[in-house]
Protein backbone atom coordinates (compact mmCIF):
# COMPACT_ATOMS: atom_id res chain seq x y z
CA UNK A 1 0.00 0.00 0.00
CA UNK A 2 1.17 3.59 -1.42
CA UNK A 3 2.30 6.39 2.04
CA UNK A 4 -1.43 8.28 2.48
CA UNK A 5 -3.25 5.50 1.65
CA UNK A 6 -5.72 3.55 4.02
CA UNK A 7 -7.87 0.08 3.81
CA UNK A 8 -11.06 0.33 5.22
CA UNK A 9 -13.53 -2.51 5.06
CA UNK A 10 -17.28 -2.19 4.19
CA UNK A 11 -20.94 -3.46 5.33
CA UNK A 12 -23.08 -4.86 3.70
CA UNK A 13 -24.82 -2.10 1.41
CA UNK A 14 -22.68 0.40 2.10
CA UNK A 15 -22.75 2.89 -0.55
CA UNK A 16 -19.71 5.07 -2.31
CA UNK A 17 -21.51 7.79 -0.84
CA UNK A 18 -21.25 6.30 2.62
CA UNK A 19 -18.18 5.74 2.28
CA UNK A 20 -17.49 9.18 0.96
CA UNK A 21 -19.50 10.58 4.35
CA UNK A 22 -17.99 8.23 6.57
CA UNK A 23 -14.38 8.81 6.02
CA UNK A 24 -13.90 12.42 4.53
CA UNK A 25 -16.90 13.95 5.99
CA UNK A 26 -19.32 14.85 3.26
CA UNK A 27 -20.35 13.71 0.13
CA UNK A 28 -18.43 16.16 -1.94
CA UNK A 29 -15.64 13.06 -2.23
CA UNK A 30 -17.97 10.58 -3.79
CA UNK A 31 -15.87 10.91 -7.33
CA UNK A 32 -13.03 10.46 -5.11
CA UNK A 33 -14.02 7.06 -3.64
CA UNK A 34 -15.30 5.76 -7.10
CA UNK A 35 -11.94 6.77 -8.28
CA UNK A 36 -9.78 4.99 -5.87
CA UNK A 37 -11.76 2.06 -5.63
CA UNK A 38 -12.37 1.57 -9.77
CA UNK A 39 -16.44 1.50 -9.28
CA UNK A 40 -19.16 3.22 -10.08
CA UNK A 41 -21.14 6.25 -8.26
CA UNK A 42 -24.32 4.58 -7.58
CA UNK A 43 -21.97 1.14 -6.28
CA UNK A 44 -23.03 -0.86 -3.23
CA UNK A 45 -20.13 -2.52 -1.23
CA UNK A 46 -20.83 -6.38 0.18
CA UNK A 47 -19.45 -7.14 3.30
CA UNK A 48 -15.75 -6.61 3.66
CA UNK A 49 -15.09 -5.45 0.47
CA UNK A 50 -11.76 -3.35 0.79
CA UNK A 51 -11.85 0.12 0.19
CA UNK A 52 -9.12 2.08 -0.49
CA UNK A 53 -9.18 5.97 1.07
CA UNK A 54 -6.40 8.99 0.21
CA UNK A 55 -5.93 9.78 3.48
CA UNK A 56 -4.31 12.98 1.91
CA UNK A 57 -7.37 14.10 -0.07
CA UNK A 58 -9.37 16.85 1.94
CA UNK A 59 -13.16 17.03 0.65
CA UNK A 60 -13.89 20.67 1.02
CA UNK A 61 -17.53 22.03 2.01
CA UNK A 62 -18.46 24.76 -0.71
CA UNK A 63 -19.90 27.87 0.05
CA UNK A 64 -23.07 29.03 -1.72
CA UNK A 65 -24.54 32.24 -3.59
CA UNK A 66 -27.62 32.80 -5.60
CA UNK A 67 -25.66 35.18 -8.12
CA UNK A 68 -25.41 32.63 -11.05
CA UNK A 69 -28.82 31.82 -12.79
CA UNK A 70 -29.60 28.78 -14.27
CA UNK A 71 -31.73 30.38 -16.24
CA UNK A 72 -33.33 34.22 -15.51
CA UNK A 73 -37.25 34.59 -15.18
CA UNK A 74 -39.03 37.28 -13.48
CA UNK A 75 -39.18 35.24 -10.73
CA UNK A 76 -35.74 34.02 -10.39
CA UNK A 77 -33.43 31.11 -11.33
CA UNK A 78 -35.36 27.92 -12.35
CA UNK A 79 -34.49 24.57 -14.12
CA UNK A 80 -35.94 23.95 -17.76
CA UNK A 81 -38.36 21.26 -17.64
CA UNK A 82 -36.79 17.62 -18.24
CA UNK A 83 -33.71 18.67 -16.52
CA UNK A 84 -31.86 16.49 -13.68
CA UNK A 85 -29.07 17.05 -11.24
CA UNK A 86 -26.49 15.68 -14.17
CA UNK A 87 -27.73 17.99 -16.49
CA UNK A 88 -27.48 21.42 -14.45
CA UNK A 89 -23.96 20.49 -13.28
CA UNK A 90 -22.85 19.88 -17.08
CA UNK A 91 -24.58 22.55 -17.94
CA UNK A 92 -23.14 25.25 -15.71
CA UNK A 93 -20.07 23.78 -14.40
CA UNK A 94 -19.14 21.17 -17.45
CA UNK A 95 -18.75 18.82 -15.04
CA UNK A 96 -20.41 16.48 -13.40
CA UNK A 97 -18.51 16.84 -10.24
CA UNK A 98 -20.26 20.08 -9.06
CA UNK A 99 -23.95 17.82 -8.79
CA UNK A 100 -23.27 17.31 -4.80
CA UNK A 101 -22.59 20.98 -4.19
CA UNK A 102 -25.95 21.73 -5.79
CA UNK A 103 -27.78 19.54 -3.74
CA UNK A 104 -26.30 21.29 -1.01
CA UNK A 105 -26.95 24.84 -1.88
CA UNK A 106 -30.60 23.94 -2.79
CA UNK A 107 -31.41 21.27 0.40
CA UNK A 108 -31.95 18.23 -1.91
CA UNK A 109 -31.08 14.62 -0.97
CA UNK A 110 -31.47 12.16 -3.65
CA UNK A 111 -29.45 11.55 -7.05
CA UNK A 112 -32.59 10.93 -8.61
CA UNK A 113 -34.51 14.22 -7.70
CA UNK A 114 -36.61 15.23 -10.74
CA UNK A 115 -36.45 19.30 -10.47
CA UNK A 116 -38.91 22.14 -10.91
CA UNK A 117 -39.82 24.38 -13.37
CA UNK A 118 -41.39 26.60 -11.23
CA UNK A 119 -39.12 26.69 -8.04
CA UNK A 120 -35.98 28.80 -7.77
CA UNK A 121 -32.69 27.07 -7.98
CA UNK A 122 -29.51 28.46 -5.88
CA UNK A 123 -25.78 27.61 -7.79
CA UNK A 124 -23.06 26.96 -5.56
CA UNK A 125 -19.77 29.19 -5.75
CA UNK A 126 -16.10 28.29 -5.49
CA UNK A 127 -17.02 24.70 -7.83
CA UNK A 128 -14.02 24.17 -9.90
CA UNK A 129 -15.99 24.78 -13.36
CA UNK A 130 -14.35 23.05 -16.38
CA UNK A 131 -14.06 26.40 -18.75
CA UNK A 132 -13.84 24.66 -22.00
CA UNK A 133 -16.56 22.77 -21.70
CA UNK A 134 -18.63 25.37 -19.92
CA UNK A 135 -17.78 28.11 -22.84
CA UNK A 136 -18.72 25.80 -25.27
CA UNK A 137 -22.46 25.80 -23.76
CA UNK A 138 -22.77 29.38 -23.43
CA UNK A 139 -21.15 30.35 -26.74
CA UNK A 140 -23.75 27.68 -28.91
CA UNK A 141 -26.61 28.54 -26.12
CA UNK A 142 -26.94 24.95 -25.54
CA UNK A 143 -29.56 23.90 -22.45
CA UNK A 144 -29.12 20.21 -21.38
CA UNK A 145 -32.52 18.63 -20.80
Known sequence: MQTGYKIVYAFTGQTVIDIAIQEYGNANALLKVAFENNVAIDYVFTAGDKIIIDTNYKASLESFSETKLIR????????????????IS?????????????????????????????????????????????DYYLKNKIKIT
Do not use: C, H
Open 72 to 87: KTKEGEVAINNQNLWD
Open 90 to 134: LQEFGTIEAVFAFMKANNINGLDTKLSVNKRYKLPENVETQKNIN
